[in-house]
């Protein structure tokens, strides 16, 4: 069985390009990177990326989707990201990745290399999430709240989150966000999964049934059953000291290089106390499509008396992610 993990495999090594003169894409992304509590696009032209800590490398996303996934193996350091975002017109319908090594993007199998023409090359990539009115881009509705929830509460320590396959599991679905909230004096992990108020997985016709129906039930009820056993209880909790750790550590070469954004006081108390884990996941869900509301209240009695935490914030309102009391 897999324990979970957060680590970056070769941290120094990053650490000591940061600390290299002269321009490299390992210092382009870290001037993207905007910390949680802080909007990756508050007007066009915006080009911020969320960090993610994972099991020995870490991914930056834009709107939820993964732009660059960056680790350090022998040969150095290096970021990989799909095809699409560097020359759709290569991309098709082919799941080809890219590698960055210093200032070139080399493409499989012999398929040739692009240059990398430093912060410009990586906001076209970025663009190229966002789309246009000659593009769609490749971000949805969902992602985007996901971002905005990101944006407007400074303790979320991921996204994109998934736990390891176990026992006759081969994967669970992955978590939104995993967010941390001071508890008895230390912070505590919360899950969060995020909804659409449109989305078919939190309504079922007929009763509810416990963790099947709606489908959202099964899925929250993988990540409490998970937690369930100690020993992985224990990993996620020391898997979310050392990411808040990695965070810190991150944001000190980040804002040495400029421009300084500072981490909410929770992560840089998870950091030094540790934290504790609330096993029972939330829901978070956005009031916005007109054809659902007349039948939400319903929906949301049959949740609700599932035992499931949920929250609903309007579109325009705040997203803080505060259960009400």
Not at 10 to 37: N, Q
Not at 191 to 205: Q, T, V
Not at 219 to 235: G, H, I, P, V, W
Not at 241 to 261: F, K, S
Request: glycine share 8%; aromatic share 6%.
């Amino acid at each position: 069985m897999s324990l979970f993990g957060r680590h970056v495999k070769g941290l120094e090594v990053l650490e000591k390009i940061a600390r290299e003169p002269g321009d490299h894409w390992w210092k382009d992304l870290l001037a993207l990177w905007r910390p949680s509590g802080q909007a990756c696009a508050l007007e066009p032209g915006d080009f911020g990326l969320r960090l993610a800590i994972r099991n020995g490398y870490l991914n930056f996303y834009r709107m939820g989707q993964s732009v660059a996934r960056v680790e350090v193996s022998r040969k150095g350091a290096s970021a990989r990201t799909h095809i699409k975002y560097v020359a759709p017109n290569l991309a098709g319908a082919s799941q080809e990745y890219a590698t960055l090594q210093g200032d070139w993007l080399v493409r499989p199998k012999g398929a040739g290399a692009i240059r990398y023409e430093g912060l410009s090359s990586l906001k076209s990539w970025i663009a190229a999430v966002d789309g246009s009115a000659v593009a769609p881009g490749y971000s949805g509705p969902e992602k985007r709240f996901v971002d905005k929830l990101v944006g407007e509460n400074g303790g979320v320590i991921d996204l994109e989150m998934a736990l390891p396959a176990w026992t006759d599991k081969r994967s669970a679905p992955r978590m939104d966000l995993v967010a941390l909230e001071m508890s008895d004096q230390r912070p505590k992990i919360v899950f969060w999964e995020a909804k659409l108020l449109h989305d078919s997985r939190i309504r079922c016709r007929g009763p509810a049934l416990t963790d099947k129906k709606p489908e959202v039930l099964e899925q929250l009820s993988r990540y409490r059953n998970f937690l369930e056993d100690r020993t992985r209880l224990l990993a996620v909790e020391e898997a979310y000291q050392g990411a808040a750790e990695i965070l810190v550590r991150l944001r000190l070469i980040a804002d040495a290089l400029g421009p300084t954004r500072p981490l909410s006081r929770v992560i840089h108390d998870a950091a030094t106390n540790g934290v504790t884990i609330d096993r029972q996941a939330r829901l978070v869900v956005r009031m916005e499509d007109s054809n659902h509301v007349d039948t939400w209240p319903h929906d949301r009695l049959k949740l609700s008396t599932a035992g499931i935490p949920l929250l609903e914030v309007e579109p325009e309102g705040s997203h803080q992610l505060q259960m009400p009391k």
